[in-house]
């Protein structure tokens, strides 16, 4: 069933369409990455997703997740208005419209077991772990594996088959 989430339908729709498909693979990134037992306080701690200064994006996102869980751990979405703020995050989505902060988010956690997404040009080749880019009119899904490793991330193999590897 992962091949017909991660298809990714043409951008030409609405924006609120591509924000929910985002959303989709953010709740989805809880299923096909894995962290290590000690990023998580006890068994039934939730996955946190942080969206970093875009409340509208985070509220798509709780409405996309709703009350789903994964491996019986409730998935919490929050939004932060600081890097600082974000060091407690399993997900670490940072926007475009931040890309004035990516290199140093990624800096800042680069020793934690934070995922870091984003959906801007370039964010996985500069060490990001997980970019949505643009290509032909859809969306494209982008894993730098070397920095997942760094992370302590161990990604799916599924996942790695429908994304482009950088790094």
Same mark, same amino acid.
């Given at each position: !069933?992962?091949?017909? #989430?991660?298809?990714? *339908?043409?951008?030409? =729709? /609405?924006?609120?369409?591509?924000?929910?498909?985002?959303? +989709?693979? %953010? !709740?989805?990134? +809880?299923?096909?990455? @894995?962290? &290590?037992?000690?990023?998580?306080?006890?068994?039934?701690? *939730?996955?946190? $997703?942080?969206? %970093?200064?875009? &409340?509208?994006?985070?509220? +798509?996102?709780?409405?996309?997740?709703?009350?789903?869980t994964v491996e019986d =751990? &409730?998935? /919490?979405?929050?939004?932060?208005?600081?890097?600082?703020?974000?060091?407690?995050?399993?997900?670490?989505?940072? *926007?475009?419209?931040?890309?004035?902060?990516?290199? !140093?988010? $990624? +800096?800042?956690? @680069?020793?934690?077991?934070?995922?870091?997404?984003?959906?801007?040009?370039?964010?996985?080749?500069?060490?990001?772990?997980?970019?949505? =880019?643009?290509?032909?009119?859809?969306?494209? %899904?982008?894993?730098?594996?070397?920095?997942?490793?760094?992370?302590r991330l161990e990604v799916?193999?599924? %996942?790695?088959? $429908? @994304?482009? #590897?950088?790094?």
């Amino acid at each position: !069933m992962i091949a017909a #989430v991660f298809l990714l *339908p043409p951008i030409s =729709r /609405a924006a609120g369409h591509e924000e929910e498909v985002k959303a +989709t693979f %953010l !709740m989805n990134f +809880t299923r096909y990455f @894995a962290w &290590p037992a000690s990023s998580f306080a006890e068994a039934k701690s *939730p996955f946190v $997703i942080c969206i %970093l200064a875009d &409340p509208e994006f985070a509220s +798509t996102t709780r409405g996309v997740i709703g009350d789903r869980t994964v491996e019986d =751990r &409730p998935i /919490a979405v929050s939004t932060r208005e600081t890097l600082e703020s974000a060091l407690d995050c399993h997900i670490l989505f940072l *926007p475009a419209s931040r890309q004035d902060q990516q290199a !140093m988010a $990624i +800096t800042q956690v @680069a020793d934690s077991s934070i995922l870091t997404v984003s959906d801007s040009e370039g964010f996985a080749s500069m060490g990001g772990i997980a970019n949505f =880019r643009r290509v032909g009119g859809r969306l494209r %899904l982008e894993i730098n594996r070397q920095a997942a490793a760094r992370a302590r991330l161990e990604v799916s193999a599924r %996942l790695l088959r $429908i @994304a482009d #590897v950088v790094g």
